[in-house]
């Protein structure tokens, strides 16, 4: 098993997340992340995010319409 950053073997279990999954840290960069995430967001809900920004609609409502959290499109407008 690698961390998805650096790439390090050095990677130690951490608790599961509210789903069960087990969690994984890695000891290296302190990376916390868990193996084949189940809600990704693709690449078609990416580009209809950015269709939506452009025309200015609110970002509760983009959240509502593509059905991701505000939280995580908050996070993707700031990136």
Known sequence: MHCPTCESENVIKNG????GK?????KDCNRQFVLDPK??????KKELIDKLLLEKVSLADI?????VS?????N???R
């Open 16 to 19: 599961t997340i509210h789903n």
């Open 22 to 26: 087990q969690k994984y840290a890695c």
């Open 39 to 44: 809600n990704k967001i693709s690449e078609e």
């Open 63 to 67: 959240a509502k319409t593509v059905g």
């Open 70 to 74: 505000e939280p995580w499109l908050q």
């Open 76 to 78: 993707y407008v700031n």
